[in-house]
């Protein structure tokens, strides 16, 4: 069985609760875009909830794989109040920045300390946080582009079939 130090399973944890922060984050945005009735927008969001809910269980499953200790945090709240479809984008490309800094810290750590279990474990989460950055940064180019929420709406609705089709 791979051994992980101690050190790692707090930082593990650490980005365990930054997920599920992030699914929560998420579902705040959903519920205020599907209160301004953009059912694709918020669907979208939606998706983002359950992706974000795995990239926390596979941490999890994980850190009982090596015998560690996962530890289900307690969340701060969501921010629940947003002004516009630029702030709520914005602010969730910013979350998947911090993500990603996160997650090459994590890498570090793991290379200096030689846990080429825990190393391997996180090129998941590399090549996930590119794609990531990559779809909320387009989102945000539209959203700049566009005249009207409608236009996002066809937008991000285009996106969920290029995404099922693939
Ligand atoms: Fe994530
Ligand atoms: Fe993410």
Redesign the pocket.
């Known amino acids: 069985m791979a051994k992980i130090n101690a050190a790692m399973v707090e930082r593990l944890n650490a980005q365990l609760g ?2 599920l922060a ?2 929560q984050q998420y579902l705040a945005i959903a519920v205020y875009l599907r209160g301004r009735s953009l059912e694709n927008f918020a669907g979208f969001y939606f998706r983002q909830v359950d ?2 809910r795995n ?2 269980m596979r941490i999890l499953r994980y850190l009982l794989e090596v015998g560690a200790k996962p530890i289900v945090p307690q969340l701060d709240a969501p921010s629940t109040d947003f002004s516009s479809l630029t702030e709520v984008v914005k602010l969730s490309l910013g979350y ?1 920045e911090a ?1 990603t800094a996160a997650i090459h810290e994590l890498v570090d750590a793991a290379s200096d300390g030689k846990d080429y279990a825990t190393f391997q474990f996180l090129q998941w ?1 590399v090549a ?2 590119i794609e ?1 950055e990559a779809t909320f940064s387009k989102l945000l180019d539209i959203i700049e582009m566009s005249d009207n929420v409608l236009q996002v709406e066809a937008y991000v609705s285009q996106m969920s079939v290029a995404k099922a089709g693939e």
């Open positions: 930054r997920e992030a699914s992706e974000e990239h926390a998947e993500v989460y996930e946080q990531e």
